[in-house]
């Protein structure tokens, strides 16, 4: 014993302080020892040598980072959020779309999808006989719950093959609600899920499901990919699983054992438990536990352990699943068996993310566990079976008691078969060796009954008993001090405080008191165990002085709590100098470096994390330092994490660490290793990042530690303060237990270890609304081993005596009080200026706020401000006589926190609650000098919820000797004895002007049941404010005929102190009443800051040269400038643009570009839609004649040129959004992180060099075969308002609020909107002279339009909508769409689309309307019913005002290219020269000049072709339009005005219904044109029509086939035939099923046909899919229209005449790319068919006619081959050359030729005679035949011999 103490000594390096008492020995007694442990874990005599190991390294780092010999602080951080609010219930909507299967086993199965989430069940239609059906159909389930618990939800989609009497399960797919939503765009996309078959897992795959899966909640927005189907894709690279997971995932088996289990409650509290003591006495536990494990949808538990609180199982639960599972969670429960219902004791969740490493090589590791504790926490140990708090048990909201623990292991066995086993095998040898053989592998190895392999096959849950292998000893105790000493209790609630109030601590079952514990007992056996007991605390040698023990004192005295001053609602206990303490020893296991290494990352975590908000208040100051600043903090991070990692290095290895604490250990290294490379890499600037970037690079940096922070395996439990009040639990805070550990090592000691925190104290359970503080509670706490109790009173504020009770004699007893004798008057002085962004708490959307101050026993209210959300009080409340204990300069440090509560005051009723902030008082001495505090803002949080800032600093103020007078002096107060914020405090302020513009007030809603008829604005800013006019008649106009004001307001010269501005809605009612409609408040005047008036300089004044050096230079990075050949000795001012597509990747781009306009290809999927019809002109001294002839022909020769998919189809408006939808793909494939939105780059070129380049660049030829160029648009995945910033360019728009916006009805704020403000501000200091001011246009009004009321004719066009949500119960909508603005109402009722959840609508709608009155189109999707009213499915609204006066000219797209006619013709009113002449005059440029082949602007020339060659004759015309529209989208680089114009587009807008907020209910393309009319009347509206499918007809003819395999044996010959015939039919129209006649016995698998099918259908070319028009039962009123890939599905049948036909084989074929067939049967092969490449296939649209043989096969076995011939033909050609059914006329087959043995037996007895048996036999049939007439003549002969040879003797005679 002797020689470990000393090397303890010098290991430590005696860090710790050598106070005389270290000298001293100490005995803890620990009264708490737990019965569970009983002898076996009985504490062992001082340190053995695997504790002292586990220390060691902790000593080492002792001495490499010293710990300051003065802890930085006494207090921990400030929190400034009082509370956490509760888990709230979220609405989800899980989308799920079948779209189709593949590869199903099976043989001409009918398979139907079956989808289960939870209880709910929906399923599919049945497809039938096909392996490859295909669905498209959508699902959608609505769940409502914590987001935690739902997303361990299981979404198990299951394949069966149809039959009327039990369904059989051909495969099914498993994957949880979190595994989706933690994907991008929180869905898997177009994706293949794997089937197999949880009977049997050895039987491989089942089958592929495509399908996509969404989960979406609250405002989530879901990307939509509009489908484009794509025939043969590779599923294997495309499966349903996260990113970075093995396509191939190998069965593995998850073993969760089950050990034991100890301190579970013993719920003997009830009723009826005390009957059962009064029968069986005392002795034992009323409890009978078990353990339910769930995983991936199933479950097992283990057996039943009958009374005993501290059962041991010593169960495995077996679990099969494919590794990596998609299922993330396991949930472990235990519960209590009853007679009656089983109750549920705790709940604990492993994420497998947290116990695993999903990294590639030998970096990852499989899920490992344990053995280790887990704790289980729930409602308090002490309630009844009548449990309030039984959610907490169940994990829905935070334990608030410790339920006991259990002892767990979990690991995995990747089960071999397949590639997979080497990678995992060697990390599982380890595993395998220390436990599975002993159990597992024995078991099935003593040849246990078939049934048990059986059970091996399947996924069934096994649950079995094992041995603990002797690798796992009984865990090392160690001994556990917790100390802690109360500083303050105050903010106790006055419902609570009439009683003695006192307080406990607890960790596990220690010190927990109140409650049944192991305590109780202790009592009894005291005497007996108090050897065991009295645990040595200082090695022998020392002990000898202290003979005493350590009682256990976990709770303070009970004391009555006094009122607090100025607020009778609140109570504290006067601790004054006297803080009473707690201390207790526990026991737990030693592994505490688990802790160590979380604590040492946190605080890496948690200073990059303070790092980072400094940088960001950085930003707000300057430029250049965050990013200085923000490099230092990267590099601090880095060498952090290098001292991390050496740290982690040196480190011995231990006893007493799992497999997961290696791991995780070498994860931590890897994980910081990567993030410092990382960060490497942005301090060296390798990629040039933005400071937003770098800070948004760090923070995922913190996320990723506090990701590894979280310790899965538990150690000590978490420590829980009661306040008890009456012995009766009350109220609690909890706090983890890693958080208060102590180490002598800064770096791991727990962030609140030895500091005083504050706690706010929480109710158990559901709190109720509006609730309060129930105490606020500064208490110092350490927890740490007992060998370093001497460090306990370390980091307390000096200044104390200790104080031991009488009893005690012991020298190092911990202290039973803390004496704080100095006393120290204070002044605490509370500046409030004001505070913004309240919550509203009135039915007017405003509240009456004012606030309380509450500093220790003292508290003191504000003046209440009314209808406000942003007050200014500027008060100061005094508090004086505020007595403080303890040293002066401890105070300086750390004072006591201030809470300010804000609430809204009632004129009836109590005030409510609006919520609260924590702040430090600036502390200033007698001694020192004053200095002014600095304002400054203090987040206010009401739960969770952020609820604005308050402006305020606190002082603290020491009162000197001379008493009140010498403090710094206060202003006076005014009449009602207020004191204002003192001068030298408030903000610096300043004179600012503030211009209105005022436009108008939208969608203003009825107001106390009467609508708003007369509306006023009313602006508010410090203080000061204006009025707009009063709008006469709001119906009529609901503009401002007074378009702007001003008004002057002194606001601070300090930006971030700016108070917010309030605008304020009134209605006037009659007799001059007014009534407030609604109000905003603008938090943040940043965005309004104009900077001081300088007249905007025109582009045609700024020096030229200095522009075209900026632009060359801005761009050089967009590629290659190409040069332009020079132009008569440029003027020197000119810039010149060359307006062409950027060079692309392409090697040919540039021939590509300067291509002859009927054959431009499209030669890159990058190149921009900038390839109009006019190809760019080459410079003037060229001369036009070159090789190129373009011209604005019609649209006849370019119809010819664009080869689509049939030759037939006509070029229209669905060609072109077919061609953008291809692009967009495109665009998204080659460039993921491309940015949204329209990109074009322009080539700026200031001229010079040569010209040959270009001269060159003419020559070569574009390549061959590659797609015509047609114009495309841009298709938006979003609205058009979220990629033009809401075209709030000219005006912004205020949604007005009303109603209350509390935490209940949060985020339905659309409810609280009653309408909305259109107006700006613009805010500048005040100009000296305002004369020249007044007398111009105010700043705000200029280039805004007249608002006087302007007509306008609208055009709605509406293509088509996604992801509908459905309305009817067979999930399926039939929508229309109806059109609102104003009053007008379209609907399209008749035009709905049956049982369609994706309807192609192809509307246009005309509407005239007037601005302002008319400005919210309302596009609403509706769901058609026979009966009863149509349902709403969603809507969406859009704001046409601010479209039509915005700069960015959103009337009418600008099309890609110019063309008078065609399919892409112009649309809008104004041709490009018109717009570009007037964008030049509106916005004050010089010109736009035209000359040959150029356009100037200002001092910029662009240059490009103008002259084209008209098609019949050979005039050459001029024309601007293609160069001018060239400008126009490239308008946003000219500078100062420039900015992006809204191209020619379709818009994705998402509906939403108001019953589900924030949900999207599908998605609607579409988009807007306006034509003012006083301009021109625009052209015909676009056809946007659908496309009608065409009509075709398919003659398949099936000559023969050959190998067929035989199925029939003869009864007597034993010889093998089939009955062919051939079953074809196009999938989707099985109605039409036709059949060939039959080849009876075929004996060689030879059938001959010549036998014609016929199948008419309708086909859409452009999307390459069928259309099937037909009612889906008998009960439907309307037919459905689905789509589907054309396939052709031909199946081989053997005919059987008394049972069911056999099934031979099939072949499916997908008309659009099948494989060529075979010239010959030799030839014709399966694997040919299977594998044969993309490019190698072949479509019948474009063949039209072909033959061939082709392959027959079942479950992927060749089992026959057919000779075909296909042949398409149209449905006119079809009416021209008819052709029979079958073999019939017109143009008949000829019969086929058969050989003599095919026909039916039945119907031909004698043939069937003559070829069974004469055939056959004929040899023996002759044979027997004349021996027949043999034996008759011999018999004969025999017979009638004696007769004769007699008749010759008598007549012979």
Request: hydrophobic share 35%.
């Amino acid at each position: 014993m002797e020689k470990p103490s000393k090397a303890k000594k010098v290991m430590f390096g005696l860090k710790l302080k050598k106070k005389k008492k270290a000298e001293k020995g100490l005995i803890l007694a620990n009264k708490a020892v737990k019965d569970g442990q009983g002898k076996a874990e009985a504490p062992q005599e001082g340190p053995s040598h695997q504790e002292g190991s586990g220390e060691d390294w902790i000593s080492n780092n002792a001495s490499t980072t010293p710990a300051p010999s003065v802890p930085l602080t006494r207090r921990s951080k400030l929190v400034t959020k009082i509370h956490d609010g509760e888990v709230k219930s979220q609405n989800y909507q899980i989308a799920i779309t079948i779209i189709e299967a593949r590869q199903l086993v099976g043989e001409n199965i009918d398979p139907v999808v079956i989808i289960e989430i939870g209880d709910e069940k929906k399923q599919s239609t049945v497809k039938e006989g096909t392996n490859s059906p295909f669905y498209n159909e959508n699902f959608v389930f609505d769940f409502i719950g914590p987001q935690v618990h739902l997303f361990d939800k299981i979404i198990k989609i299951s394949v069966f093959h149809h039959k009327l009497i039990g369904s059989i399960l051909i495969g099914s797919f498993k994957v949880d609600l979190g595994t989706v939503y933690n994907q991008p765009g929180h869905q898997f996309c177009d994706k293949w899920a794997l089937l197999t078959d949880p009977g049997d897992i050895r039987t491989g795959t089942k089958g592929y499901l495509k399908c996509d899966i969404s989960v979406t909640g609250k405002g989530d927005v879901l990307k939509t990919n509009p489908k484009i189907s794509d025939a043969e894709e590779q599923i294997e690279k495309n499966l349903l699983i996260p990113q970075g997971f093995p396509s191939e995932r190998p069965w593995a088996r998850f073993y969760v054992r089950l050990y034991k289990a100890e301190g579970l409650p013993k719920m003997n509290s009830s009723i009826m438990a005390n009957v059962t003591k009064a029968f069986m006495g005392d002795g034992k536990d009323l409890l009978d536990p078990f353990v339910e494990v769930s995983f991936a949808g199933q479950m097992g538990r283990t057996t039943v352990q009958k009374n005993c609180a501290n059962p041991m199982w010593q169960e495995q639960v077996i679990f099969k699943e494919m590794f990596p599972p998609l299922c993330r969670r396991v949930k472990i429960q235990v519960w209590d068996e009853g007679s009656m219902n089983n109750v549920m004791l705790a709940t604990h969740f492993i994420d497998l993310k947290k116990i695993s490493n999903e990294q590639d090589g030998d970096k990852g590791f499989l899920p490992t566990f344990g053995p280790a504790w887990i704790n289980l926490y729930g409602s308090p140990r002490n309630h009844s079976l009548m449990n309030d708090y039984q959610e907490l048990n169940e994990g829905l909201r935070e334990g608030v008691s410790f339920r006991g623990r259990l002892l767990v292991e979990i690991a995995v066995e990747i089960l071999s078969g397949g590639p997979q086993e080497s990678k995992f095998s060697k990390a599982l040898k380890g595993l395998k060796l220390s436990s599975k053989d002993k159990d597992s592998g024995d078991k099935t190895d003593d040849g246990k009954s078939q049934q048990a392999t059986d059970k091996a096959k399947s996924t069934e849950v096994e649950v079995e008993h094992f041995d603990v292998p002797p690798e796992i000893v009984t865990e090392k105790c160690e001994e556990f001090l917790l100390f802690g000493a109360f500083f303050e209790a105050t903010m106790i609630d006055r419902k609570i405080g009439d009683k003695p109030i006192s307080f406990e601590v607890s960790i596990g079952t220690f010190g927990n008191l109140t409650d049944e514990g192991s305590h109780h007992r202790g009592r009894k056996k005291s005497a007996e165990l108090a050897e065991e007991d009295t645990l040595p605390l200082l090695p022998e040698g020392e002990r000898d002085s202290a003979d005493a023990t350590i009682p256990m004192v976990s709770t303070t005295y009970p004391e009555k709590p006094l009122v607090t001053e100025g607020n009778r609602n609140y109570n504290y206990l006067p601790f004054d100098a006297r803080k009473p303490c707690v201390y207790f020893i526990s026991s737990w296991g030693d592994q505490t470096f688990r802790l160590y290494w979380s604590n040492m990352l946190e605080k890496m975590a948690d200073l990059l994390e303070e790092s980072i908000e400094e940088v960001r208040e950085l930003i707000k100051i300057s430029e250049e330092v965050p990013e200085e600043k923000m490099k230092m903090v990267l590099s601090d991070f880095i060498s952090q994490s290098s001292a991390f990692i050496s740290e982690a290095e040196k480190k011995p290895k231990m006893l007493n660490q799992t497999t997961l604490d290696k791991k995780r250990l070498t994860l931590y290294c890897q994980e910081l290793e990567a993030m410092t490379k990382e960060a490497k890499g942005i301090i060296q600037q390798q990629q040039k990042l933005s400071l937003d970037e770098m800070i948004r690079k760090a923070r995922t940096f913190v996320e990723k530690i506090h990701f590894l922070v979280d310790e899965p395996q538990h150690t000590i439990p978490d420590v829980f303060i009661w306040m008890l009040s009456n012995n009766k639990r009350v109220a609690y805070a909890r706090i983890t237990s890693r958080d208060l550990l102590y180490s002598p090592v800064q770096e791991q000691m727990g962030k609140h270890c030895g500091k005083i925190k504050t706690h706010f104290l929480k109710l158990p359970g559901k709190r109720p609304a509006g609730w309060s503080v129930q105490a606020k509670v500064d208490v110092y706490l350490w927890l740490g081993s007992t060998r370093y109790s001497s460090a306990i009173l370390d980091n307390l504020p000096t200044g104390y005596e200790v104080e031991t009770s009488s009893k005690v004699t012991a020298v190092n007893h911990p202290p039973d009080n803390l004496l704080y004798q100095g006393q120290h008057l204070f002044q605490l002085r509370a500046h409030l200026y004001q505070a913004r962004g309240l919550i509203a708490a009135d039915s007017n959307g405003l509240s009456d706020p004012f606030a309380k101050v509450t500093f220790l026993s003292h508290c003191q209210t504000t003046k209440v401000i009314s209808e406000t959300l942003s007050p200014t009080w500027n008060q100061m409340l005094l508090f004086n006589d505020i007595v403080l204990h303890g040293d002066q300069k401890e105070l300086v440090d750390s004072p006591p926190l201030v809470v300010v509560e804000l609430y809204d005051s009632d004129a009836v009723g109590k005030p409510e609650y609006l919520g609260a902030t924590v702040a430090a008082p600036v502390v200033k001495l007698a001694d020192q000098g004053y200095e002014p505090p600095q304002l400054s803002y203090h987040p206010i949080f009401c739960g969770n919820l952020p609820g604005g800032d308050l402006l305020a600093v606190f002082e603290l103020l020491q009162v000197p000797p001379s008493g009140l007078q010498g403090l710094p002096p206060v202003d006076p107060p005014d009449v009602a004895q207020i004191y204002p914020v003192p001068a030298n405090i408030r903000p610096v302020l300043s004179k600012y002007r503030v211009e209105v513009l005022f436009w108008g007030v939208r969608e203003m809603k009825k107001v106390q049941l009467l609508s708003v008829d007369r509306p006023q604005v009313l602006i508010e800013c410090g203080g000061k404010g204006v009025k707009s006019c009063m709008i006469q008649s709001y119906k009529n106009n609901p503009n401002f005929s007074v378009q702007a004001d001003t008004f002057e307001v002194e606001l601070p010269e300090n930006e971030l102190l700016h108070p917010p501005l309030s605008i304020c809605v009134v209605d006037w009612r009659a007799f001059g009443r007014s009534t407030l409609v609604g109000t905003y408040t603008v938090n943040c005047l940043k965005q309004f800051l104009c900077k001081s008036r300088d007249p905007p300089a025109l582009i045609s004044q700024v020096d030229g040269a200095q522009v075209g050096q900026d632009i060359s230079d801005s761009l050089t990075a967009t590629g290659p400038l190409q040069p332009l050949s020079s132009f008569q000795e440029p003027p020197t001012y000119h810039v010149y643009v060359d307006i062409e597509p950027p060079p692309t990747v392409v090697p040919d781009s540039a021939q590509v570009q300067q291509a002859s306009l009927v054959d431009i290809p499209d030669s890159s999927l990058k190149l921009e839609p900038e390839r109009k019809s006019a190809a760019p002109k080459p410079p003037k001294d060229e001369k036009t004649e070159d090789a190129r002839k373009p011209s604005q022909r019609s649209t006849k020769r370019k119809k010819r040129t664009i080869a689509d998919e049939s030759a037939e189809n006509v070029i229209d408006w669905w060609s072109k959004y077919y061609a953008s939808l291809k692009k967009a793909q495109k665009a998204k494939e080659s460039n993921p992180n491309e940015e949204k939105g329209y990109t074009d780059q322009v080539v700026v070129d200031v001229e010079d060099g040569p010209k040959k380049k270009k001269d060159k660049m003419l020559k070569k030829q574009p390549k061959e075969g590659e797609i015509p160029n047609l114009a495309v648009l841009q298709i938006y995945d979003g609205d058009l308002e979220s990629e033009f910033n809401n075209f709030e360019d000219w005006v912004k728009t205020f949604e007005l609020f009303r109603g209350k916006s509390m935490e209940e009805d949060q985020g339905l704020d659309g409810d609280r909107v009653i309408g909305k403000f259109k107006g700006s501000f613009c805010i500048y200091k005040s100009p000296e002279d305002f004369n020249t001011e007044e007398s111009g246009q105010l700043r705000i009004q200029q280039g805004i339009p007249p608002n006087y009321p302007v007509k306008v004719l609208i055009r709605v066009y509406i293509v088509a909508a996604f992801n509908l949500s459905p309305a009817d119960s067979d999930g399926k909508s039939d929508p229309y769409v109806v059109i609102r603005l104003g009053k007008t109402e379209i609907k399209d009722r008749e035009k709905y689309i049956p049982k369609q959840l994706n309807p192609v609508f192809g509307r246009s709608f005309e509407i005239q309307a007037t601005f302002p009155k008319e400005s919210l189109l309302s596009i609403l999707i509706y769901d058609h019913d026979v009966i009863g009213t149509d349902d709403l499915i969603g809507e969406t609204k859009i704001d046409l005002e601010n479209r039509f006066y915005s700069k960015h000219r959103a009337i009418c797209g600008l099309q890609s290219q110019y063309e008078i006619e065609g399919y892409n013709a112009w649309r809008d009113t104004s041709k490009p020269t018109e717009i570009l002449t007037k964008l030049c005059k509106d916005n004050k440029l010089d010109g736009p000049y035209f000359r040959p082949g150029k356009i100037q602007i200002g001092n910029r020339v662009f240059s490009g072709k103008t002259s084209f060659t008209e098609e019949d004759a050979d005039e050459i015309v001029e024309s601007y339009e293609h160069l001018a529209l060239k400008v126009l989208h490239s308008w946003e680089d000219i500078p100062e005005v420039g900015c992006r114009l809204v191209p020619e587009h379709i818009e994705t807008r998402p509906l939403y219904h108001k019953d589900k907020p924030g949900m999207e209910q599908g998605r609607l393309q579409m988009w807007v044109d306006m034509f003012p009319k006083d301009m021109p009347q625009p052209g015909p509206p676009v056809d946007i029509s659908p496309r009608q499918p065409k009509r075709y007809e398919l003659r398949v003819i099936i000559w023969n086939t050959e190998d067929v395999i035989l199925e029939d044996e003869n009864i007597f010959t034993g010889q093998k035939s089939s009955d062919i015939y051939v079953k074809g039919w196009i999938k989707g129209l099985e109605d039409d099923k036709q059949e060939t006649d039959v080849h009876y016995n075929s004996l060689t698998g030879e059938g001959n046909f010549n036998w014609r099918f016929l199948f008419p259908f309708h086909y859409l070319p452009a999307e390459k899919q069928l259309v099937i028009t037909k009612r889906e039962n008998i009960f439907s009123l309307e037919k459905t229209e689905f789509k589907t890939p054309a396939v052709l599905v031909l199946q081989v049948w053997d005919f059987e005449r008394l049972s069911s036909d056999d099934f031979l084989g099939s072949l499916e074929m997908n008309l659009n790319s099948f494989p060529r067939a075979a010239k010959s049967a030799k030839a014709c092969d399966l694997s040919k068919f299977e594998n044969a490449s993309e490019e190698s296939k072949i479509s019948i649209f474009q063949q039209k006619r072909v033959r061939g043989w082709w392959p027959f096969a079942k479950s992927k076995e060749l089992t026959g081959k057919v000779e075909a011939e296909f042949h398409l033909v149209t449905a006119e050609e079809a009416k021209k050359h008819p052709v029979g059914k079958a073999r019939k006329e017109p143009e008949p087959l000829a019969k086929p030729n058969r050989p003599n043995t095919s026909f039916s037996w039945l119907m031909n007895p004698f043939k069937c005679l003559y070829h069974l048996i004469w055939k056959n036999y004929k040899k023996y049939i002759i044979i027997g035949f004349i021996l027949i007439i043999l034996i008759i003549f011999l018999v004969l002969f025999i017979y009638t011999l004696p007769g004769a040879i007699s008749r010759r003797i008598v007549v012979g005679s």
